[in-house]
């Protein structure tokens, strides 16, 4: 497709961005046109946007970024056979090589050579994006566009519950970002028996607390440690999922954990973690897992089941819907902590 569109650009190596007119993106054989519908930005982007040490070790300038999108197929290569231009799909991410050890064990969201959409590739902070077709989701005739749109996120949320069973389980959320918000959310439908949720914003917390936390606890107001062993009996808790990738969050959730407890490891730390090994690790037989994107594509699959029950409250985990060329007041309320996700909609 010849023309231009509008989006979203990483000019320079420097903070900010810039909306203007853009080519249209072309397709390759494998690749597909797609009219973004709907975007949401991750925490991914909050780097890019302000150019923090993360998003200059990865991003080269100038690039549209922004990777959660959901929208309509409009132009397809010769080698893809398994959609069609007007399927609706959402994007996976991640870009696998289909060749090397993890892709061939069916492990592509960690392949080794992996690539991601808006951050080494242009991304969907656009009218238009190319995107390969292992990196599509058809979208259910249920699922609208802008669930479509956070479909990425929520398989992170869901891939971090799946490593452990929930069901019947004292499972404490550490951070009640989008991500956070929505693990809290599909907590409940997979069957925790008590849902804790911490993090130290106020309205964060009482939008968990709306949406299914049987607890909620501010870290920065109260002995969470104390609250945890006595919501739990005295126990501790079964699993602890961190979603914040703060450090000291992450020293003091072991401390909250369970003799023979699992913890799961989300959030992206900044920096070295030191832990106390033999007292909250060894001596608990504390099973750890570390836990990336989603897995391709059985992570979108239960997604879908969760959505199905009819429970999953998605709109209420969507914290404002702007227009494209609005991208900086919605950048602007994610910095104020404002709660849940932001959506962008080209016109």
Known sequence: MEGTMKGIVKEKAEPGASYRDLPIPAIGDNDVLVRVKAAAICGTDLHIFPWTAWAQARVTPPMVFGHEFAGDIVEKGVGVTEFAIGDRIAGETHIPCNQCYQCNTDNRHICEH???????VPGCFSEYISVPKDCLWKLGDSVDYNTGAMLEPMGVAVHGLAETPISDRNIVIMGCGPIGLMAVNAAKIMGAKQVIATDVIPAKLSLAKEIGADAVLNTSEEDVSESIFKITGGIGADTII???????AIRSGFGWLRLGGTFVLV????REITLD???NVIYKEAKIFGVTGRRMYQTWEKCEEILATGHFQMPKIIGGIYKLEEYEKAFD????GAPGKMLL???
């Open 333 to 336: 309320a994610l910095k104020k």
């Open 267 to 270: 959030g992206l730390p900044n």
């Open 242 to 248: 961190d979603y914040t990738g703060n450090v000291d």
């Open 345 to 347: 909609i080209p016109c």
């Open 114 to 120: 992996m690539k991601i959409i808006g951050v080494h």
């Open 277 to 279: 090994l033999t007292s």
